[in-house]
């Protein structure tokens, strides 16, 4: 079902056909970080191929049923080894997609510091993009996109900085290469009000290599973009629980001695004509004297 407002998005993690022990565990620290948020189905998956016509059905199959609008998709084989797909759904149908392939990966258990530095449940990450290609080239566009949209979590107006504790560091070494980096934030004492902030690697860390990319079509885009319409404010008009929907009237000062009155107002007839009988009464009297 389509939503003007979203709530925060989902996200189903799983495996294909077949995986390796690198994938494995990058999935693993995928749904490690997005625990708060997210599916993630342990069986392998046959014919789910998301880039091919009819290969990305069970997928929004899954979508559907876990009611998550994002995918992360991990398969392993001799023409694409580490392969991971980055998907968005759209009403459950497949609105865009990124494929990259995983290199030189370091876990999160790989890394020694020290564990009251490790991010918490539902914190709020920083995003650095660093380099220029993410401008310029296409496909570091849409990834950088999808990325986004895939650890910001829930989306909020106001935000406590004491939760922002970590960042994502995406640096563009190549027009077809990302190098993804997770850190802790430490606060450090600088002599003034606001504290020096260090990085701290917490993992996990990996080269994100582009291999192919499906942008939406643009009629879909058009509708998801849809936002609602907000109502206009109506003036003089209020909502109380108890009431509901409350108005006020603004009647000008009635200015009643300057009033014209109708000449058919029956009672001012009969007091005109009562006045003319007095008068004509008290003439005869005067023509007529007893």
């Not at 606060?187 to 499906?214: N, Q, Y």
């Not at 973009?225 to 009431?243: C, G, R």
């Amino acid at each position: 079902m389509e939503r003007k407002v979203e709530t925060g998005k989902k996200t189903l993690i799983l495996h294909g056909t077949k995986t390796s022990a690198v994938l494995n565990s990058v999935l693993a620290n995928l749904f490690h970080l997005k625990r708060d948020n997210a599916v993630k189905f342990s069986k392998k998956n046959d014919n789910i191929r998301p880039f091919e016509s009819g290969g990305e059905t069970s997928l929004e199959f899954f979508s559907l049923k876990t009611d998550c609008s994002l995918l992360v998709y991990g398969s392993h084989s001799k023409k694409r080894p580490n392969n991971l797909v980055l998907g968005r759904t759209y009403d459950h149908h497949i609105y865009d997609l990124v494929e990259v392939g995983v290199e030189n990966f370091k876990s999160i258990e790989s890394y020694v510091y020290d564990k009251k530095l490790a991010p918490k449940l539902g914190s709020k990450p920083f995003f650095a993009f660093i380099g220029e290609h993410f401008e310029s080239v296409e496909e570091l566009k849409h990834l950088k996109e999808v990325l986004l949209d895939l650890f910001r979590g829930e989306v909020v107006e106001n935000l406590n900085l004491a939760g922002v504790d970590r960042v994502f560091v995406c640096t563009a070494i190549s027009p077809t290469t990302v190098y993804m980096m997770h850190c802790a934030l430490r606060l450090k004492r600088s002599g003034t009000s606001i504290p020096r902030m260090e990085l701290v690697e917490v993992g996990p860390s990996m080269d994100l290599v582009v291999r192919r990319h499906r942008l939406p079509v643009e009629s879909l885009k058009k509708e998801a973009m849809k936002t609602a319409d907000h109502a206009k404010k109506m003036k003089n008009v209020s909502k109380d629980p108890v009431h509901g929907k409350l108005g006020k009237v603004y009647i000008p000062d009635q200015q009643i001695a300057k009033m014209s009155l109708s000449n058919d107002v029956k009672g001012l007839k009969r007091e005109r004509r009562e006045a003319k009988q007095n008068k004509d009464h008290s003439k005869k009297q005067k023509i007529n004297p007893e």
